[in-house]
């Protein structure tokens, strides 16, 4: 196939789409795994869990052939009137006292407190440890009757899931197809092993599945959907006309509201049809369209909500945890309508989108609303395509930055590609997925950024791509036994030894499931230890998994040059599995949930571990904590160079308990956050707490250079 920069759409404008069970591409269909079992008794379920949007599809064996659709999904509202949809959003929302999820829990979330009775993007906080994700929830435990709790991202997980199993088995009945069930569950391709095991455990508590539960990575369930419909010729199919006489190298785009994944599958027709492999995975990256909105939010929605609510002045934390996610869902919904011109008009530059700023689009009224003693309200919030082109400059404009710590949407594809070992050059298509690939600038930076010809694939429904592959993946997996594409891992698994020295005890990129029969020795260096403990890290010593902790056997301690023996192993499901020895003393690993999903910095982990306390003690004290917390907290945002909430933090300690003094400290920390007019406000109150010349010198100085005085 020449590699020209051509786009294709697929066109099945049937939401039906139908599979031979017979020879495929010349792939025969394996037979089920028991000669007595009927492929055609079960239905064959699979599920995108989307961070915004999450859709479920069914496979079910009927006349010899496989036909797949999405399901459409009952979501009632809280008086129990049914939206019909194949579209859930992730979202869950308590109103008058009774939980509703999906569409209408959608609607009324920007009326609602994030994190109070409004729950969303829980997909992206599985596999953290914050402490109580959500301190302040009004369904903790012992509200509901029906027993659901949310105080943390996995029990709105595990909630969300009862939902979406209530309303399959719904869905399955009206549709009378068989209601024996098997499910497969997408999932980004570079989510670790902490959040795979949380997404699992949701899973199972969900009542998805009573036992192990079968994973595709999302990009891999998009290209099978793709690949199929190819087949049946309901897509382009010049991608498997060059199959038929060379092997080809696809790179899977996956874009969605909170991840970019991407995948480099290499396919190839052998002697038993067609052979695929993972040949790279992208690191974790939390980037996709809500960050779109959030940006939005932050610079064009919070200045006119402020403007409109002249007498409120809200805290960093305000902003951070209230104001911004109840301006996000009209963020998204002007994002949404500027786009649809972007669109229409062609325009595939955020300078295209400058020339024609003129155009503007409102959304609807943000109700009043109070936080503490603040009234804040915005009439018609409104943005012009200039201002989204501002808010997406930084994640497309080229050349992408190397920094890793700088979201880009080309830093996921460079990185696939620097593993796989391929340039640009060799890519025979990109196949983009995901709710957000539907934005135009994203295609065209991603396109831009390979800086050669290369055949770019859009299905024409971006959203249920992942869920049929799912479902297909269900049907050959659990019910033929035959995995079709073999995943790999995304990042190498590393042993950290005494003083940092990281060892690989698996690399990038390495097959799944990998056996337990790999070893490798480290060395006990100090002798009589009580016991020995081995930090698992993925990528780099900052992203812990877990820690191997083996007792000695007696009081001895271990003896110095003991040798510890590592087990080491993957599941297919990217579930990490260890063991370590010494002697006679095994450990397996107890996988942690870090404090984040990406490396951190002493002082980061320092800030992170505080607000993890500050969250437990904020939950246990049903949102008033004790002022010890807060002056940890606030000292850890300090030493982290957050000083505008440190400030806060201080404020907030003083509020607690007046009799402390924290004036110097607020001082300080505003004048280090750039916020001088804070600042001088409270020089002022340190001199008049406890006039001195220092502070009377503070105060008559103006703004303070405090970097150049310590």
Not at 19 to 39: I, W
Not at 307 to 327: F, G, N, Y
Not at 513 to 539: A, H, M, R
Not at 682 to 706: C, F, H, M
Request: charged letters at 25%; glycine letters at 8%; aromatic letters at 6%.
């Amino acid at each position: 196939m020449a590699k020209k920069k051509k786009t294709s759409s697929s066109n099945s404008a049937d939401d039906t789409s139908e599979v031979s069970d017979g020879n495929y591409l010349g792939l025969k269909s394996p037979s089920p795994k028991s000669p007595e079992k009927s492929l055609s008794n079960t239905t064959y379920l699979g599920m995108d869990f989307g961070t915004s949007t999450t859709v479920v599809s069914a496979a079910v064996h009927k006349d010899g052939r496989v036909q797949m659709q999405p399901l459409t999904l009952e979501q009632p509202d809280q008086y129990g009137v049914p939206t019909r949809s194949h579209l859930v959003n992730s979202v869950i929302a308590y109103l008058n006292g009774r939980l509703v999820f999906g569409r209408e829990a959608y609607r009324q979330r920007s009326l609602l407190h994030e994190g109070r009775n409004v729950f969303s993007s829980f997909k992206m906080k599985l596999g953290v440890d914050l402490g109580p994700s959500y301190p302040e929830s009004a369904v903790r435990s012992g509200v509901m009757k029906s027993g659901i709790k949310i105080e943390s991202a996995q029990d709105a997980a595990k909630a969300f899931f009862q939902f979406i199993r209530q309303a399959v088995g719904s869905a399955i009945a009206s549709e009378k197809v068989p209601d024996k069930t098997q499910w497969c569950v997408s999932v980004p391709a570079s989510f670790e092993a902490n959040q795979r095991r949380d997404l699992e455990d949701a899973l199972r508590e969900g009542g998805i599945s009573e036992g192990d539960v079968a994973l595709i990575d999302e990009p891999n369930a998009a290209f099978l959907s793709y690949l199929f419909e190819a087949a049946q010729g309901q897509a382009d199919n010049r991608l498997l006309d060059a199959l038929r006489t060379r092997p080809v190298n696809v790179l899977v785009y996956d874009f969605g509201a909170g991840t970019c994944d991407v995948s480099i599958l290499q396919l190839e027709i052998g002697a038993g049809g067609i052979e695929s492999r993972n040949r790279a995975v992208s690191r974790f990256t939390a980037l996709g369209g809500d960050d779109f909105d959030r940006a939005l939010a932050r610079e064009v929605l919070l200045p006119q909500l402020c403007e409109a609510s002249s007498d409120a002045t809200p805290s960093q934390r305000d902003i951070e945890e209230r104001l911004i996610p109840r301006l996000q869902p009209s963020a998204e919904l002007l994002k949404i309508r500027l786009l649809e011109h972007v669109q229409n008009k062609g325009m595939v530059t955020v300078t295209a989108m400058r020339r024609a700023s003129d155009l503007r689009v409102t959304s609807s009224d943000i109700e009043p609303f109070s936080i503490g003693p603040d009234r804040y309200e915005l009439p018609s919030p409104g943005a012009s395509l200039s201002d989204l082109a501002d808010a997406l400059e930084p994640y497309v404009k080229l050349p992408a930055p190397f920094d890793d710590r700088i979201p880009h949407v080309f830093a996921p594809v460079r990185d696939a590609l620097e593993k796989s070992g391929l340039i640009a050059e060799d890519l025979d298509a990109v196949l983009f997925i995901g709710g957000s690939s539907e934005n135009p600038i994203v295609r065209e930076a991603v396109m831009k950024g390979l800086g050669c010809e290369v055949e770019a694939i859009i299905p024409s429904d971006l959203r249920s791509h992942v869920s049929k592959g799912a479902a297909l993946h269900s049907y050959w997996f659990n019910g033929c036994g035959f995995d079709f594409i073999q995943p790999i891992t995304s990042e190498p698994i590393l042993a950290i030894a005494k003083g940092g020295q990281a060892t690989t005890i698996i690399p990038a990129s390495t097959p799944l499931p990998t056996s337990k029969e790999f070893n490798d020795d480290l060395i006990v260096q100090v002798g009589g230890q009580s016991k020995v403990e081995i930090p698992i890290c993925v990528s780099s010593a900052e992203k812990l998994l877990g820690v191997l902790t083996i007792e000695a056997p007696d009081d001895a301690g271990f003896e110095v040059g003991s040798k510890v023996r590592l087990s080491v192993g993957i599941t297919r499901e990217k579930i990490l599995e260890i063991e370590a020895q010494i002697g006679s003393r095994i450990a397996k690993t107890a996988i942690l949930n870090p404090l984040a999903n990406h490396p951190l910095t002493e002082a980061e982990t320092s800030l992170l571990k505080a607000k993890q306390e500050f969250n437990r003690v904020l939950y246990e004290n049903h949102g008033r904590p004790p002022v010890g917390a807060v002056i940890t907290f606030a000292s850890a945002a300090a030493a982290a160079g957050d000083h505008r909430q440190a400030a806060e933090m201080y404020q907030k300690a003083e509020q607690i308990d007046p009799k402390r003094n924290f004036a110097v400290n607020i001082t300080y920390n505003y004048a280090m956050a750039g916020m001088h007019h804070l600042s001088e406000i409270w020089a002022r109150k340190t001199y008049q707490r406890e006039p001195s010349a220092v502070s009377a010198y503070n105060l008559g100085s103006g703004p303070i250079d405090w970097q150049a005085t310590i």
